[in-house]
């Protein structure tokens, strides 16, 4: 089954707990998971070159309305001053496939054209947790 985009929900919390408030001025996320690529191969191995996935690396771009009386930016705006942590979770559908964890925010981009509104993109990037470790969330978890 096909899901459309508007589907998709984005949540925030306090880091350390669940992800539990639906962010509402949100406008396109993109989460980005791949793994390091090592290089396995032997004279064995035949003409290609063989691969062992390595360590996996994460982020989530985050694209919302610059707005200074929502919640949803004024706690991105906070996080990414006090150079702290916020809990994230990313799922593609109510079923709940995607990913989250504790996450910093790495990056902020705020464009300013001469004509339109002012739209900025968070980067997140899994932090430091033991209580809520970054990871993927499987179908039904």
Do not use: H, W
Request: net charge negative.
């Amino acid at each position: 089954m096909a899901y459309d985009g508007f589907d998709c929900i984005l949540y925030r919390g306090t880091a350390g707990a669940e992800a539990a408030t639906v962010m509402t001025n949100v406008r396109d996320v993109t989460p980005d998971i791949s793994y390091t690529e090592n290089d396995v191969s032997t004279r064995g191995g035949g003409v290609f070159k063989q691969y062992a996935l390595g360590q996996g690396d994460s982020s989530i771009d985050v694209e919302m309305i610059a707005d200074n009386s929502d919640d949803d930016y004024l706690a991105f705006t906070t996080v990414y001053q006090a150079r702290g942590q916020i809990a994230i979770k990313c799922i593609n559908n109510t079923a709940g496939v995607g990913c989250g964890g504790d996450m910093v925010i790495s990056k902020v981009s705020e464009p300013q054209p001469l004509d339109g509104v002012l739209v900025c993109t968070f980067t997140l990037r899994p932090g430091y947790s033991t209580a809520n470790p970054f990871d993927v969330i499987a179908l039904g978890s």
